[in-house]
Nanobody, 127 residues
Framework: VQLQASGGGLVQAGGSLRLSCAAS????????MGWFRQAPGKEREFVGA????????NCADSVKGRFTISRDNAKNTVYLQMNSLKPEDTAVYYC?????????????????????WGQGTQVTVSS
């Protein structure tokens, strides 16, 4: 599976962006998809995930109520809708695919079970 993230950019605080992650291959619908981010000098951190099948979602507390994850299996694409952006959301955002995280998303917040990673897209939020 190859992943291509896009949609990043520069936005003012309070604004919105929608990131997309397009996947190659015919098995996209069988993967749990995750979003992570990494700010300069910090470790990569979990943003959210959406499971295969029923599409259960989970988001980090820091983005709950502001970010929404969705997927379109017909388009092999997962989305991250980001609203009410804050300067602390500034980071490179990565999408990832896991064949090991199951529908109840246990373990989804760790980078360990993700088999494939996209190249990242920069999000910069100005104050």
């Amino acid at each position: 599976v190859q992943l291509q993230a896009s949609g990043g950019g520069l936005v003012q605080a309070g604004g919105s962006l929608r990131l997309s992650c397009a996947a190659s291959g015919r098995t996209f619908s069988s993967y749990t998809m995750g979003w992570f981010r990494q700010a300069p000098g910090k470790e990569r951190e979990f943003v959210g995930a959406i499971s295969y099948g029923v599409g259960s979602t989970n988001c980090a507390d820091s983005v709950k109520g502001r970010f929404t994850i969705s997927r379109d299996n017909a388009k092999n694409t997962v989305y991250l809708q980001m609203n009410s952006l804050k300067p602390e959301d500034t980071a490179v955002y990565y999408c990832a695919a896991s064949s090991r995280v199951r529908a109840y998303l246990r373990g989804a917040s760790s980078t360990d079970p993700y088999d494939y990673w996209g190249q990242g897209t920069q999000v910069t939020v100005s104050s």
